[in-house]
Nanobody
């Protein structure tokens, strides 16, 4: 059973930075695509960024030029570097992964939990003004 473990959430002031990590374990073949979604209280879940083993990345318009997703050489840990954070970035961030799918705008738009095979427990990011 594949498990995703997130780390790196916390509280920062506006303009600050945080780095989230998502590590996959319990797999025979590591997931091809992995990404981040977020959900703020009272709002719908939204896709933030994704990456696949080929290195293809996709970002939500709201985080382009501020967030960078990357992966380690083994492609089992995906990181989300978040710079110039804004109060509107405050949310619970969830890591998701799929064994075979590729990162794309469609992947990132599929925010329903049923569309992705694996999900992490979530990590809180709070940005104060």
């Amino acid at each position: 059973q594949v498990q995703l473990e997130e780390s790196g959430g916390g509280s920062v002031q506006s303009g600050g930075s945080l780095r989230l990590s998502c590590a996959a374990s319990g797999y025979t073949y590591s997931p091809n695509s992995m990404g981040w979604f977020r959900q703020a209280p009272g709002k719908e879940r939204e896709g933030v960024a994704c990456i696949d083993k080929s290195g293809t990345t996709t970002y939500a318009d709201s985080v382009k030029s501020r967030f960078t997703i990357s992966q380690d050489n083994a492609k089992t840990i995906r990181n989300l570097q978040m710079n110039n954070l804004k109060p509107e970035d405050t949310a619970t961030y969830y890591c998701a992964a799929d064994p075979f799918d590729f990162c794309s705008g469609s992947w990132l738009s599929a925010t329903d939990g049923r569309y992705h095979e694996y999900w992490g427990q979530g990590t809180q990011v709070t940005v104060s003004s």
